[in-house]
């Protein structure tokens, strides 16, 4: 077993992100073009709105709480010290992870069962989905058999993964954890590890330059109503509007 604890805890996660960082680099200068999630949204939208809603705001809030418990371990042992704010940030977690759930489900089955989208999609797609949906899952199931996660991830994982960054790996704790945390934590590698090969690279070039962007001038030189309205004929020429 030390054997593979040693593989899987410190070998494993320094193989994924190098794969990660190489991956990203050689896609993102030989294929650009496909650093994008490849959106479906004009062949089905009614599923993808309800599905990726509530999965990308549960996946922000819960990844933002894990960021935090790691960057400042302390000032969230601190917080959850009084036994209200603990429960308020569980009861809050797992009510975004439920968010996340509802929503990989809703995308999974959009995706499988869409004949337009199935068209599309290829064998990462589906499991690159089915890896989160079980991470979610895992993350879920530890919240309601392992409680108060947000203080033992800051006074057990934190370490580890400072110990990671530091190149100097101490994984005395987390093989000890039990079997669930340990898959857990053996699936953010791997979801790392996919990132470059997967639809999950779009988050490298998330197009925040939009923000400060001037705003798009459009300008219609037709009538909007008559040019939008269905029964208006067909024309060979055309429309002159930018």
């Given at each position: 077993m030390t054997a593979l604890n040693n593989f899987l805890f410190i070998a494993f996660p320094y193989l994924a992100f190098g794969v990660f960082v190489v991956g990203s680099v050689y896609r993102y200068k030989n294929i650009s073009f496909k650093v994008s999630s490849l959106s479906s949204q004009f062949l089905e939208s009614k599923a993808l709105f309800w599905?990726?809603?509530?999965?990308h705001i549960g996946v922000l809030v819960v990844l933002l709480g894990h960021v935090i418990a790691f960057l400042f371990p302390a000032g969230t042992l601190l917080w959850n010290a009084h036994p209200v704010r603990l429960i308020i940030l569980e009861v809050t977690a797992f009510t975004f992870g439920l968010c996340m759930l509802f929503g990989l489900v809703l995308l999974y089955y959009r995706r499988a069962t869409t004949p337009r989208i199935r068209m599309v999609s290829n064998k990462m797609d589906m499991f690159i989905e089915l890896v989160l949906l079980l991470q979610v899952i895992l993350g879920l199931w530890i919240a309601l058999g392992y409680r108060w996660g947000s203080s033992w991830f800051a006074a057990d994982l934190?370490?580890?993964?400072?110990?990671?960054?530091?190149?100097s790996p101490e994984i005395s704790a987390v093989k000890e954890l039990p079997v669930v945390i340990k898959l857990h934590i053996i699936g953010a590698f791997l979801l790392v590890l996919l990132i470059p090969f997967s639809r999950l690279v779009h988050f490298l070039v998330a197009p925040f330059h939009y923000i400060g962007r001037p705003y798009q001038r459009v300008i219609w030189y037709w009538n909007k109503k008559e040019v939008r309205d269905p029964k208006t004929k067909w024309s060979q020429f055309r429309p002159k509007n930018n």
């Amino acid at each position: 077993m030390t054997a593979l604890n040693n593989f899987l805890f410190i070998a494993f996660p320094y193989l994924a992100f190098g794969v990660f960082v190489v991956g990203s680099v050689y896609r993102y200068k030989n294929i650009s073009f496909k650093v994008s999630s490849l959106s479906s949204q004009f062949l089905e939208s009614k599923a993808l709105f309800w599905g990726s809603i509530p999965f990308h705001i549960g996946v922000l809030v819960v990844l933002l709480g894990h960021v935090i418990a790691f960057l400042f371990p302390a000032g969230t042992l601190l917080w959850n010290a009084h036994p209200v704010r603990l429960i308020i940030l569980e009861v809050t977690a797992f009510t975004f992870g439920l968010c996340m759930l509802f929503g990989l489900v809703l995308l999974y089955y959009r995706r499988a069962t869409t004949p337009r989208i199935r068209m599309v999609s290829n064998k990462m797609d589906m499991f690159i989905e089915l890896v989160l949906l079980l991470q979610v899952i895992l993350g879920l199931w530890i919240a309601l058999g392992y409680r108060w996660g947000s203080s033992w991830f800051a006074a057990d994982l934190t370490p580890y993964l400072w110990s990671l960054v530091k190149f100097s790996p101490e994984i005395s704790a987390v093989k000890e954890l039990p079997v669930v945390i340990k898959l857990h934590i053996i699936g953010a590698f791997l979801l790392v590890l996919l990132i470059p090969f997967s639809r999950l690279v779009h988050f490298l070039v998330a197009p925040f330059h939009y923000i400060g962007r001037p705003y798009q001038r459009v300008i219609w030189y037709w009538n909007k109503k008559e040019v939008r309205d269905p029964k208006t004929k067909w024309s060979q020429f055309r429309p002159k509007n930018n």
